[in-house]
């Protein structure tokens, strides 16, 4: 197990150190940032001035190992339009992202897997075709219309959520989360339900699909022919055999829901990092976006280990084969 | 030849051929599901409406000349300075948004499509030459799509416009890079199965060439899952130009998609002014949903390993 | 004495998109307390049917629509489903055909063997896993503590059949039901698990169908022998009387296509032709068309012939007197 655990280390780091060259100079190489901060009544010693700042007269390699070297000291440069450590302010504004994919996933699960179960177990009765359509119109609707959708529906409407913004926030363990407040709770309902609905869609289809494969195993029928209850055949046969490709799924679109909440954010308004990405877009400030792809990188790269090492639990035949390698 | 042997089988075993061909076959099956008809229908209505625009609006909201600012922010079924009934009404330039629709979805479905294609393209000779060389190189192939497809589709756009820019080109480009994978991934994995049937060790032991093994005799086998993969892609990409334009980053104002008027009329949504955004978002639902339900029907039709009742079980 | 199975007249139909397919069509026999009973049929002919038909796990589309089936006197062809659970496991057992896809892969030896005990009485779990264990022991499990914790790739096939068989006799069945069990095998592996089968019928008591496409296998394991083709019984009766002087022109077949010692240098018999098409089944005798005995009688189909405690379908038998 700690061999398995120790190769699949290895291999993220150089997933990460690959990202990290394909990140830096991608950035870096392409459009020229400081025409955006220097006043346009600058003249060139103050241009010339910036550029020896911000370090961006180096040749590009040894940016790239300046880079490197800060940050693995936690350095990634300062955001141009902030002036404030590009890591800092990301760091500051994960926690309301990690709130908002947290609580989204909560939702898939406990909304997608009873139903996918339902839809699967009795696929013919009219509620279950009710869910499938349900779950192809949450697969194809674009999050930012449904989101748009339901800000028209709850807030201008109906008034019953607010709209934007984050709620109050309660201290826990030194982080701020607003999930403990009832302000809080009624500003992150309508995000996270928009974010979450392409993941309780998923949910469905996999636990459905996941159940009907089951279902006609022969270990069921053999569990039948041995007087097993219906019940006991769902909740630990037919269970423990689909929760393994059905966690994994969901663990890796873990990943995405940050990636997602970049959209999210940006319509409700919520602070999170996604937001702080797009502004950095829009506005030119590199160290921002480098950074931020840094840490999404970094974050894929450990949820892909933490699921692995997951799926090797949930399955003795991947775990006992990594035994004997 | 054929005949005389025919006529020497016995009745039960005529029974057994098969009158319908393939693709008469394939067609009946998904036309049995009512919802996906309809979703196909829509579909080819809304591509021909989007290439017959130009010929059916009455205005054309790009032409400066034919705009004016007098018209803006009007409601749905009012009358337009120049006489016509804005249907949709009318966005905050004075564009009717009739038209502004029609456009746009010429630009979201060529957007769409075009990377769609280039990725289908892209993804299936490296898919192809990934299954076929098999050892180091299908290796290397496939940890680089594997690195790919662990990000989402829409993250990766979103680094490459970052690193890229705007403009319709980088936005196509986008939205190639992050698409491939899943065709290369799709294409490999049929590729594979079928290079390890007999029928290709038999065609290499004939002598025939590389390249006409893989196009004549892999790659037919490969199209049914290519297809599925395509449809519901497109849709994807077509969604995600959506959401980039949506957030800014897409497409710039001068090729404005369905995604970039809706961003356009986020601002007027809460004073009420809802149909700016709304009917565009219509129109985008109505295209990406009906693809994704076509793209559903295929899968289920196409899919092999299928069961339906008429497979009769051998019974014991 | 009542039997401790008597079908009658069974008839299992599937009702598919295509048609319908009769799967078993008229089957009947009988078994005595600790018989051994052969159900011998090519693929397609209905055995493994009739032995789902028993032991009542035909799903939809498929439904038993005519016969009886009595089980220890009591008719069990269409019980409830309540019922039906309480005998499966208990006084009915089944074994199937491969034994990697019937043990579920992600739960434990020990697991599956102890629910079989508690889902049909109330013991402690200790009291339930010394049982497991002490069956394995008696199927021949070296080690059988271990095997216990072990999941169920970790064994060798026939381990794994073993395990299935043991967990069959779990609850000491008056009846089992073993499909195939040991066409999935090696050849060595297979005639241990037949002796072991044997061994635990004659020590239970329990009465047991061998279903099976080799008459080689039930020819020394049987008492009895039932010959299926096309979703009927064509041929019955005890083993030694069916392979010395088999009386239908297929059971002939059958035997003549075996390959032995005494056959060596002469052209193996083959029957000619394919299995019926289960969907289009020929008016008449489904075996007509590959009967080297056949005539325009054969258009009508023959009825069960009671002779001698032997019993056949066929218009013509290689029976003494008849050609």
């Known amino acids: 197990m700690t061999v398995f655990v120790i190769r699949r280390l290895m291999q993220a780091m150089i997933v990460v150190f690959i990202m990290s060259i394909i990140v830096f100079f991608g950035v870096n190489v392409i459009g020229d940032p400081v025409y955006m901060l220097v006043s346009p009544d600058a003249d060139q010693a103050d241009i010339q001035a910036t550029i020896e700042r911000l370090g961006l007269d180096r040749p590009i390699y040894e940016?790239?190992?300046?880079?490197?070297?800060?940050?693995?000291?936690?350095?990634?440069?300062?955001s141009f339009i902030f002036g404030e450590p590009a890591l800092k302010l990301i760091l500051h504004h994960m926690p309301a992202t990690l709130e908002l994919a947290f609580t989204a996933l909560f939702m898939a699960i406990v909304a997608g897997i009873p139903l996918g179960l339902y839809a699967g177990l009795y696929p013919d009765r009219a509620a279950s075709k009710a869910v499938m359509a349900g779950s192809i119109l949450g697969f194809s609707l674009p999050t930012f219309w449904v989101g748009l959708m339901l800000i028209m529906l709850f807030a201008v409407i109906l008034g019953w959520l607010p709209s934007t913004g984050r709620g109050d926030t309660v201290n826990v363990l030194g982080f701020e989360t607003s999930l403990l407040t009832a302000d809080g709770?009624?500003?992150?309902?309508?995000?996270?339900?928009?974010?979450?609905?392409?993941?309780?869609?998923?949910?469905?289809?996999?636990?459905?699909?996941?159940?009907?494969?089951?279902?006609?195993?022969?270990?069921?029928k053999f569990a039948r022919a041995k007087g097993i209850s219906t019940r006991r055949i769902i909740g630990v046969h037919v269970m423990k055999n689909i929760m393994i490709p059905v966690v994994t799924v969901l663990g890796l679109e873990f990943g995405s829901l940050v990636a997602f909440s970049v959209v999210t954010e940006s319509i409700f308004a919520w602070p999170g990092m996604g937001k702080l990405l797009i502004d950095a877009i829009l506005q030119l400030d590199r160290p921002i976006v480098v950074a931020y792809l840094m840490i999404i990188v970094l974050f894929f790269v450990v949820i892909n280990l933490v699921v692995d090492i997951i799926y090797s639990i949930l399955d003795p035949r991947v775990r006992l084969q990594d035994k004997t390698t | 030849m054929i005949d005389a042997a025919q006529n020497a089988l016995p009745e039960a075993e005529k029974q057994l051929i098969d009158t319908e061909t393939p693709f008469q076959r394939f067609r009946s099956e998904f036309l049995e599901s009512k919802v996906a008809t309809a979703a196909l229908i829509t579909m080819v209505a809304?591509?021909?409406?989007?290439?017959?625009?130009?010929?059916?609006?009455?205005?054309?909201?790009?032409?400066?000349?034919?705009?004016?600012?007098?018209?803006?922010?009007?409601?749905?079924?009012?009358?337009?300075?120049?006489?016509?009934?804005m249907w949709l009404g009318s966005d905050g330039a004075g564009r009717d948004l009739y038209s502004a629709i029609l456009y746009g979805l010429r630009i979201s479905l060529s957007v769409g499509i075009t990377s769609g294609v280039i990725a289908l393209l892209l993804g299936m000779?490296?898919?192809?030459?990934?299954?076929?060389?098999?050892?180091?190189?299908?290796?290397?192939?496939?940890?680089?799509?594997?690195?790919?497809?662990?990000?989402p589709a829409a993250l990766v756009a979103l680094m490459l416009i970052a690193i890229l820019g705007k403009g319709v080109d980088k936005i196509i480009l986008a939205l190639v890079v992050a698409q491939w994978a899943y065709y290369a991934r799709t294409v490999r994995?049929?590729?594979?199965?079928?290079?390890?049937?007999?029928?290709?060790?038999?065609?290499?032991?004939?002598?025939?060439?590389?390249?006409?093994?893989?196009?004549?005799?892999?790659?037919?086998?490969?199209?049914?899952?290519?297809?599925?993969?395509?449809?519901?892609?497109?849709?994807?990409?077509?969604?995600?130009?959506?959401?980039?334009?949506?957030?800014?980053?897409?497409?710039?104002?001068?090729?404005?998609?369905?995604?970039?008027l809706i961003a356009n009329g986020f601002e007027y949504m809460m004073s009420g002014r809802y149909w700016i955004s709304v009917y565009p978002g219509l129109a985008l639902l109505l295209t990406v949903v009906s693809i994704n339900l076509v793209g559903d029907r295929l899968r289920d039709v196409l899919n092999p390993r299928r069961n339906t009742g008429g497979q009769a079980r051998s019974a014991k | 004495m009542t039997n401790t199975l008597e079908v009658k007249g069974l008839r299992t139909h599937f009702f598919m998109r295509g048609g319908v397919v009769k799967a078993v069509d008229g089957v009947d026999f009988s078994i005595r307390k600790g018989e051994i009973m052969g159900l011998v049929g090519e693929s397609g002919s209905g055995k493994s049917i009739t032995g789902f038909s028993i032991i009542g796990l035909i799903d939809p589309p498929g439904e038993i629509i005519g016969g009886s089936i009595k089980f220890n006197g009591e008719e069990i062809a269409n019980a409830s489903e309540e019922r039906l659970q309480k005998i499966r496991g208990d006084r009915i057992a089944m074994v199937f055909q491969d034994p990697m896809m019937t043990l579920n892969p992600v739960l434990r030896i020990d697991t599956q063997m102890i629910e079989a005990i508690e889902a049909h009485r109330s013991v402690s779990k200790q009291e339930a896993w010394t049982r497991a264990r002490d069956t394995l022991g008696m199927v021949g499990i070296p080690s059988p503590d271990e095997r216990m914790r072990a999941y169920p790739h970790q064994l060798s096939g026939g381990m794994r059949q073993r395990v299935a068989i043991a967990t069959a006799f779990l609850n000491e069945p008056d009846l089992i039901i073993a499909d195939e069990p040991t066409t999935a095998l090696d050849v060595t592996i297979q005639a241990q698990i037949i002796y072991e089968a044997q061994n635990l019928c004659r020590r239970t008591g329990a009465s047991l169908i061998w279903i099976t496409h080799d008459l080689a296998v039930v020819a020394g394991l049987a008492d009895h022998i039932s010959v299926m083709y096309a979703g009927k019984v064509v041929e019955q009766g005890a083993t030694d009387d069916v392979i010395d002087r088999p009386v239908h022109p297929y059971t002939v077949g059958l035997l003549g296509s075996v390959p032995t010692?005494?056959?060596?240098?002469?052209?193996?018999?083959?029957?000619?032709?394919?299995?019926?098409?289960?969907?289009?089944?020929?008016?008449?005798?489904?075996?007509?068309?590959?009967?080297p005995r056949r005539s325009p009688e054969c258009e009508k189909t023959p009825e069960i012939t009671n002779r001698h405690g032997r019993a056949f379908r066929c218009h013509h038998p290689h029976v003494e007197g008849q050609s």
């Not at chain 1, 490197?68 to 000291?73: F, N």
């Open chain 1, 63 to 78: 940016q790239y190992f300046r880079f490197l070297a800060g940050a693995w000291q936690g350095d990634l440069g300062n």
């Open chain 1, 185 to 220: 709770l009624s500003h992150v309902l309508l995000p996270a339900l928009n974010l979450s609905l392409l993941k309780i869609s998923l949910a469905v289809r996999l636990t459905r699909a996941g159940v009907r494969e089951a279902m006609g195993q022969d270990y069921v």
């Open chain 2, 46 to 85: 809304i591509i021909i409406l989007a290439i017959i625009a130009p010929w059916i609006v009455p205005q054309n909201p790009y032409d400066l000349a034919q705009v004016d600012v007098l018209d803006s922010r009007m409601a749905p079924g009012s009358e337009a300075f120049t006489g016509y009934t």
């Open chain 2, 125 to 151: 000779v490296i898919g192809l030459a990934a299954a076929y060389a098999g050892g180091r190189t299908e290796n290397l192939i496939m940890r680089i799509v594997d690195l790919q497809l662990s990000f």
């Open chain 2, 189 to 260: 994995s049929s590729a594979l199965v079928e290079r390890h049937k007999e029928y290709v060790e038999a065609a290499a032991c004939l002598g025939i060439s590389h390249a006409r093994i893989i196009f004549r005799h892999i790659l037919p086998n490969c199209l049914a899952p290519l297809i599925v993969v395509g449809t519901v892609q497109t849709a994807h990409a077509i969604s995600l130009e959506a959401t980039l334009s949506f957030l800014g980053v897409g497409l710039p104002p001068t090729s404005p998609s369905l995604g970039v």
């Open chain 3, 261 to 291: 010692a005494n056959k060596r240098g002469k052209r193996l018999y083959q029957i000619s032709g394919m299995a019926p098409n289960m969907m289009a089944l020929p008016e008449g005798c489904a075996f007509k068309e590959r009967c």
